[in-house]
């Protein structure tokens, strides 16, 4: 296993090229001026907030703001550690992790800012918003909130769209996730400002309608991301960095060793480790005996693909009758039929090797 001795930033083994490299540093502190802009944010939402419901309800979404980039932050120290005889595929896995962790949070939160403001609105209470003295003039502190509000509604919108075109070059479900929820936080905000005004005007009812859309906001985006996460999980078909569709590499892998002289047919197994794939292929040879330099060859013709194919496996085999095509698309039930008239897997003869793994 030839693999470069550099100082280069890793995730796993896994070198990153300068490109993914220079991202990962500036999605990075990114995510530290996120939780650095976000705490400023908590707590002038929490000094204008008052009575009002959809305020708190942004308060509250504030509050939800410092889960991806302290997930992202973590799992991504995690997953630059080595493998261990503890952790022999390394720690990939920390990125589905994180987001898991962050998507249940989302989803618990939203549910009881739900139910909060659902007992507001039935039980008809009516908020107030009274005034205060600012320099010696007597104003409406819905403008303070309004003001406050407009202060956390710029940056988020900024950041979000800094760190798209980033968690694609790194394939970070978290790091998407984060700057998804930040891209669609100025409607919480225009949100919280319509409520104010509705109370301002005499709609008791705005604020509490206002602060149910928000929860419903955070109850969708815990939901999908808990969806996405636990999928990837169970070893889910890989899927880009946006969970939207079939993860193009897929497509691209089987190809590369059909073109082999050698190989006759392969199907390939390909695993969502976070940053990374992990494949598995398995090739049908035309001739019975298959030497190892062969094997490493097929390895490195998978891994020349993309920096994520870096963990590969390629074992000869006699029959693909117990694999399913990744080239097909499942049905939408989920279910997959292997093909009648399943044969073992086996290797082709003594002299096959069981692996070659990087």
């Not at 008052?50 to 509050?63: F, N």
């Not at 800012?113 to 609105?121: A, V």
């Not at 035309?286 to 490195?300: C, N, S």
Request: glycine share 8%.
């Amino acid at each position: 296993m030839n693999r470069p001795e550099d100082s280069r930033t890793r995730f796993g083994v896994t070198v990153l090229p300068p490109l993914q490299e220079n991202a990962l540093r500036t999605a990075t502190r990114l995510e530290w001026v996120t939780l650095v802009y976000m705490a400023t944010c908590v707590v002038v939402v929490y000094l204008a907030m008052g009575s009002s419901q959809a305020m708190k309800a942004a308060w509250i979404e504030d509050l939800l703001g410092f889960v991806p980039p302290l997930a992202f932050l973590i799992a991504g120290r995690q997953a630059r550690r080595p493998p261990s005889p503890e952790y022999p595929y390394g720690r990939h896995r920390a990125v589905a992790s994180g987001h898991l962790a962050a998507s249940v949070a989302l989803l618990l939160v939203g549910v009881l800012l739900l139910g909060d403001s659902l007992t507001g609105l039935l039980a008809a209470e009516h908020p107030s918003i009274g005034t205060l003295r600012l320099f010696d003039h007597t104003i409406w502190a819905g403008w303070v909130m309004i003001a406050a509000l407009t202060y956390t509604m710029v940056g988020p919108v900024v950041l979000g769209h800094l760190k798209m075109p980033l968690s694609e070059e790194l394939h970070d479900r978290i790091l998407h996730a984060d700057a998804d929820m930040q891209k669609a936080d100025w409607m919480t905000a225009a949100g919280s400002m319509a409520g104010i005004i509705g109370i301002g005007i005499g709609w008791w009812w705005a604020d509490a309608l206002v602060a149910s859309a928000i929860a419903l906001s955070v109850i969708k985006d815990g939901t999908s991301n808990l969806r996405y996460a636990a999928r990837n999980l169970m070893d889910g078909r890989a899927r880009t960095y946006d969970s939207t569709d079939t993860h193009p590499l897929v497509d691209r892998i089987d190809p590369a060793l059909r073109g082999l002289g050698w190989v006759a047919d392969s199907r390939s197994r390909i695993r969502d480790m976070g940053h990374v794939l992990h494949v598995e292929s398995f090739v049908v040879p035309r001739h019975p005996e298959v030497q190892v330099r062969d094997v490493e060859d097929a390895a490195a013709a998978i891994r020349e693909l993309d920096w994520k194919l870096d963990d590969v496996v390629v074992m000869p085999v006699a029959s693909l009758d117990d694999l399913p095509d990744p080239r097909e698309e499942p049905p939408k039930g989920g279910r997959r039929t292997l093909t009648r008239g399943r044969r073992p897997l086996r290797p082709t003869g003594r002299r096959t090797p069981t692996s070659g793994s990087p």
